[in-house]
C-alpha cells in the first residue's frame, strides 16, 4: 500500500538525521543572593519573557478555604501601588509590555514580556502588582461576585462535575480533592484576611523558579531575580504531602440530566521522577494519548463509534499521581464502553503494544517535540517548567534520544505495571443505562 | 475541516503591516518554471514552516460558481496520481506535524509546520499536488457535504456572520469582493469535482505560486530542494490575468436592517470602501492604519471605547477596524453595540457625533505616541512567532507587493502624521458606505 511506502520512506528519513537540527542552548545563571534561573539568550528580537513559578499554588490553601490562592492572584491587577486598575492597564500600554498572573494546582506563575528598551519599567509594574497589591475591599467584592458567577456556572457543567467527583475520591483530605478556584461556597466565604494570607504564603522568595528567553544577559537577569525575591518572605506554610490517586476499585454514578454520559475513569499513576517515567509516557502515547491515533480511540471511537473522543494522560503532579482518562458517550451505550474500557487496559497488560506501534509513536513524539520551543514566550515557560519539574539542564536536547531508546521490554515491563484493569475507578456524570454506583 | 478562514485572513491585517526588523533579512528567489521562494531563516528552534501560496482566490470564481477556490482547497487533500486519499494527513501527523489551508478573495494558501528535518517530504508532497490532482480517483461528494455544513455550522448557524455576509454583498456593486468566500449555499450546491478540476488545471502553476520557507533551514538548501520538487514542474503559459470586475463610482449610501431571533445584544455596524495596500504607494493605506487604531484600537483608552463606553456609557463597546491588505479594494469598519436602553438609532447617531468631534479636534498626540509604540512593539513581538512571518511575507508577495514595500511598510505607518489620520477619517464617504442595524426578532 502507497501509505506504508511513503511512512516507510519517512521513518528512514528520521533515523538517517543523527542529532536534532538545532541544539537548544540553556544557561543556568545564579544571581548575586543565590536564586537560580534557565535562560537562551536569543539577541536578534529585541524583547523579553520571564516566566517566574511559584511553587504551590493552590495546594496551599488551607481546608475550608479552597480558591483563596486563586482569588488573590486575580486581585493582583486590580490596582497597585498608587494606580487603580484602568490606571495600571494604560502604564502597561504605554509601554507595549504585558505582566500577567494565573494560579495552577501546584504553583502560581507570573508571565512578563518586555521590549528591550524599557524593561526596567515593566519589570518595577510587575513588582508594584507582586508586591504592592492594593487588594482594596471593592475589588475584593467585584471579583469575588465575578468568581463566584463562573463558580456557579461551572457548577452546571458535566465535566467539572465528573473531574471534581474523581479528585475528591481519589485524593481525599488532600488538597488535591478541591478545585483550584473553589466552591461558590468557599469562595462566598473569604475574607479580606484570607487574601492577605494566601499572598503571604503563595509568594516566598524560596520557592521560586524562573524561566527566560529573549534579548537579556545572564546578569541583567540575574538582578531582576533578586529583585523579585527581595520583596518575598520565605515560606512558612508547608508544602503538602505526596499522595497517590487511592479511589477504591468500581462506579460512582452522579445523576446528570440529558442523553450524554460524562465519564472520568483511572487508577493510580507514576511519580515523575520514577526510572520509568519515559517508557510509561511512550506507552500513554500509544494507548491513549491525544496527539496521534490512539489504541483506545481505535477501539472505542473507530471500530464502534461509540464516542468522539476518549483520552488518557499520565497525571503526575507535584503531589501527588494517577493514571486518568476521560471520554462521554450515548447513555444508552455506557454500560459497553465501560467494560471495553476495561478490556483495553487488560490488552494493554498483557503485552498488546508491539514493535510497529512503539516506531509509529517515536517518530510521531520525536518530529512534535521541537515545535513546542516556538518562540521566546514559549521557550521561557518551558524553561521554568522544566526546573519546577526538576529535569537536567540538558534535558531538552536528549529528549529525543530518551523517546528513542525506549524498547518494546520497557513498555511491555511498565505496562504490566501500570495497567490494573480490575483497580480503575470510573466516575459517571449523566443518565447511564443498567451502570450503578459501586461505592455509596 | 478545512475552513475557509476569514477571520484569520482579517488577523493579518496587523501581520501583513510590520515586517521583520531586527530578525534575518528574508531572501528572495525565483525557479526557471517562474515559482518565487521566499526563506526565513530563523535558527532558535529546529522547526519549519512550509507555506505555498496561490494567486487565486475567492474573487476568481467564474460567475455562478461561487466557492469553487475554497472547494478546491479542501479537495486538495484527495487523492493524486501517486498518493491515495488520506495519506497527505497521515504523512504529516505521523511525523509529528501540523498543517492546515485557508482561502481568501485574493489567495489559497496550504501550510505544514514539522521538525525541521522533515521538510523534503512535505516538500515532496506539496509539489506532488500542485499538478498530479486526480479528483476522478477521489470521491469528491461527500466533500461537498462537508463544505455545506460547513456553511452551515459557522456562517449560517451565526447571525454576526450572515449579517457580515450581506454587509459585504451591499457594499461592493460591482466587484467579486461581494461574493461569500465560501460561496452561496445554492451555488455551493452545484459545484463538482470536474468543475474544480477546471479551475485548478487553470489556476495552479509554479509560476502562479509562492512558496515560503520559514525556521531552522539554510537558504541555499531550501532553494536546493526547491528546486528538486518544485523546479521540473512545467510552467502554464496561458495563466489568465487577475484583471476583476472593478467598483463603478458609489453615489448612493446603503442600510440594511436584519432581524434574527438569536441576536443577544442588537448592534450598529458600518462599512466603507477605502484606498488598499499598493505596490510602492501605501501611505494611503497607513493613515487608513492608523485611523482605525486610534479610533478603536484598545478597548481602554481608544477614542471610541473611551467616549462611547466609559465618559457617556452609551455603548457597551464600540470598535474600528481598517483591512488593506487585497488586490482590488481596502475596507474600513465602525460600529457601536448599545447599552441597555439605547436605541440603535441614537447609537448611531452617537457613533457620528463622535467620529464628528474628532475630525474637528483632531489627534491626541500622547494618543498617537501610544500607538506608534504599539506600532513597533508588535513589529518586535510577530518576529518571536516563525508562522506569522512566514504569514506576512506569503500575504505580501501573493498581493503583488515587493519585500521592499514590506520593509517599508512600518517606517510609513510610525511617519503617519496627525494631519493624515484626520484626512483619511474626511475621506470616510457615506456614499461608498453600508450601514447595517442586527436586531432581535421583531415583537
Known amino acids: ?440 | 475541516m478545512f475552513v475557509a478562514k476569514r477571520l484569520i485572513a482579517a488577523s493579518f491585517v496587523w501581520a501583513a503591516s510590520v515586517l521583520a526588523a531586527a530578525a534575518e533579512d528574508p531572501q528572495l528567489f525565483t525557479l526557471d518554471n517562474g515559482m518565487q521562494v521566499v526563506v526565513v531563516e530563523d535558527h532558535r528552534a529546529p522547526v519549519v514552516v512550509q507555506m505555498v501560496w496561490y494567486r487565486v482566490g475567492a474573487a476568481d470564481d467564474p460567475a455562478g460558481h461561487s466557492g469553487i477556490a475554497h472547494f478546491l482547497e479542501h479537495l486538495m487533500f484527495k487523492a493524486t496520481d501517486s498518493m491515495e486519499e488520506g495519506e497527505f494527513d497521515a504523512v504529516v501527523q505521523a511525523n509529528g506535524g501540523s498543517h492546515n489551508a485557508f482561502t481568501s478573495w485574493d489567495y489559497t494558501a496550504y501550510h505544514q509546520r514539522v521538525a525541521a528535518d522533515r521538510l523534503p517530504i512535505m516538500m515532496q508532497m506539496e509539489a506532488d499536488r500542485m499538478v498530479n490532482l486526480r479528483l476522478d480517483r477521489s470521491d469528491w461528494l461527500p466533500e461537498r457535504d462537508v463544505i455545506l455544513r460547513e456553511r452551515g455550522q459557522t456562517l449560517e448557524s451565526n447571525p454576526d456572520r450572515v449579517f457580515a455576509e450581506q454587509m459585504r454583498a451591499a457594499l461592493y456593486q460591482n466587484s467579486p469582493y461581494g461574493r461569500p468566500i465560501i460561496g452561496w449555499r445554492h451555488e455551493m450546491e452545484q459545484l463538482t469535482g470536474d468543475i474544480a478540476t477546471d479551475f485548478y488545471r487553470v489556476h495552479y502553476a509554479p509560476n502562479n505560486a509562492v512558496l515560503v520557507v520559514a525556521g531552522d533551514v539554510e537558504a541555499d538548501e531550501v532553494l536546493a530542494l526547491a528546486n528538486q520538487y518544485y523546479g521540473p514542474i512545467p510552467a502554464v503559459t496561458d495563466l489568465p490575468t487577475r484583471s476583476r470586475p472593478q467598483e463603478p463610482p458609489q453615489l448612493a449610501e446603503r442600510r440594511l436592517i436584519m432581524r434574527d431571533a438569536r441576536v443577544g445584544q442588537p448592534y450598529v455596524n458600518r462599512l466603507y470602501l477605502a484606498p488598499n495596500r499598493r505596490p510602492g504607494d501605501q501611505r494611503e493605506a497607513a493613515a487608513f492604519q492608523v485611523l482605525a487604531a486610534i479610533l478603536g484600537g484598545s478597548s481602554q483608552t481608544s477614542v471610541l471605547e473611551r467616549r462611547l463606553t466609559y465618559d457617556e456609557g452609551i455603548a457597551i463597546s464600540a470598535w474600528a477596524g481598517y483591512s488593506g491588505a487585497a488586490l482590488d479594494s481596502g475596507t474600513f469598519s465602525l460600529g457601536i453595540m448599545p447599552a441597555e436602553g439605547v436605541t440603535l438609532e441614537a447609537a448611531e447617531a452617537a457613533l457620528d457625533r463622535v467620529l464628528a468631534d474628532f475630525i474637528e479636534t483632531g489627534v491626541d498626540m500622547d494618543q498617537l505616541e501610544r500607538v506608534r509604540m504599539q506600532i513597533r512593539a508588535a513589529a518586535v513581538y510577530e518576529q518571536d512567532d516563525t508562522a506569522d512571518r512566514a504569514n506576512t511575507l506569503g500575504l505580501n508577495l501573493v498581493l503583488g507587493l515587493s519585500l521592499q514595500d514590506s520593509e517599508e511598510w512600518l517606517d510609513i505607518l510610525e511617519s503617519v502624521t496627525p494631519e493624515e489620520v484626520i484626512a483619511a477619517a474626511r475621506r470616510l464617504d457615506r456614499r461608498a458606505s453600508v450601514t447595517g442595524w442586527l436586531m432581535g426578532a421583531e415583537e
Do not use: C
Not at chain 1, 442523553?259 to 515523575?272: E, K, L, T, V
Open chain 1, 1 to 440: 500500500m502507497r501509505l506504508n511506502r511513503l511512512m516507510g520512506a519517512t521513518l528512514a528519513l528520521a533515523l538517517s538525521v543523527a542529532a536534532p537540527a538545532q541544539a537548544i542552548d540553556i544557561e543556568a545563571v545564579t544571581s548575586p543572593a543565590g536564586h537560580q534561573a534557565w535562560l537562551v539568550e536569543e539577541h536578534s528580537i529585541p524583547f523579553v519573557s520571564i516566566e517566574v513559578i511559584f511553587t504551590g499554588g493552590a495546594s496551599l490553601d488551607p481546608e475550608g478555604k479552597a480558591g483563596a490562592v486563586s482569588l488573590m492572584t486575580s486581585l493582583l491587577t486590580e490596582g497597585a501601588g498608587d494606580l487603580d486598575a484602568q490606571g495600571y492597564a494604560a502604564a502597561l500600554e504605554a509601554l507595549a509590555g504585558s505582566v500577567s498572573f494565573s494560579a495552577g494546582r501546584d504553583s502560581v506563575s507570573m508571565t512578563i514580556r518586555a521590549l528591550t528598551e524599557n524593561r526596567d519599567q515593566v519589570v518595577d509594574l510587575a513588582l508594584m502588582a507582586l508586591t504592592d497589591a492594593q487588594f482594596s475591599h471593592m475589588s475584593l467584592d467585584r471579583v469575588r461576585a465575578q468568581t463566584i458567577a463562573s463558580l456557579e456556572r461551572a457548577a452546571r457543567n458535566p465535566s467539572t462535575i465528573a473531574q471534581e467527583t474523581y479528585s475528591r475520591l481519589g485524593y481525599a483530605g488532600h488538597p488535591y480533592a478541591t478545585p483550584v478556584d473553589g466552591t461558590a461556597a468557599t469562595v462566598g466565604a473569604l475574607t479580606l484576611d484570607d487574601v492577605l494570607a494566601a499572598h503571604r504564603a503563595a509568594f516566598t522568595s524560596d520557592r521560586i523558579v524562573v524561566g527566560a528567553a529573549g534579548d537579556i544577559t545572564g546578569p541583567e537577569l540575574a538582578a531582576i531575580i533578586d529583585r523579585i525575591a527581595e520583596g518575598l518572605p520565605t515560606a512558612d506554610r508547608p508544602l503538602p504531602d505526596y499522595r497517590v490517586f487511592d479511589a477504591a476499585p468500581g462506579v460512582t454514578v452522579v445523576p446528570f440530566d440529558g442523553p450524554q454520559s460524562i465519564i472520568q475513569f483511572g487508577h493510580a499513576g507514576m511519580d515523575a521522577d520514577d526510572p520509568d517515567f519515559m517508557p510509561a509516557f511512550v506507552m500513554n502515547e500509544i494507548f491513549g494519548g491525544g496527539g496521534f491515533n490512539s489504541r483506545l480511540m481505535a477501539e472505542i471511537r473507530e471500530a464502534r463509534g461509540l464516542t468522539y473522543g476518549i483520552y488518557t494522560s499520565l497525571a503526575s503532579s507535584r503531589f501527588g499521581d494517577s493514571y486518568v482518562g476521560r471520554f462521554s458517550t450515548g447513555n444508552e451505550t455506557a454500560a459497553e464502553a465501560i467494560a471495553l474500557v476495561r478490556e483495553q487496559f487488560r490488552w494493554l497488560a498483557e503485552g498488546g503494544i508491539t514493535q510497529e506501534d512503539l516506531e509509529r509513536i517515536q517518530t510521531y513524539m520525536t518530529g512534535a517535540y521541537p515545535l513546542r520551543f516556538d518562540g521566546n514566550e514559549s521557550i521561557a515557560r518551558i524553561l521554568a517548567s522544566m526546573q519546577f519539574q526538576n529535569y537536567p539542564l540538558n534535558y531538552v536536547n536528549i529528549r529525543n534520544d530518551l523517546v528513542r531508546a525506549v524498547t518494546l521490554e520497557d513498555i511491555q515491563r511498565v505496562a504490566q505495571r501500570l495497567a490494573q484493569p480490575e483497580a480503575l475507578h470510573f466516575v459517571v456524570v449523566g443518565q447511564p443505562e443498567g451502570v450503578e454506583s459501586t461505592t455509596p
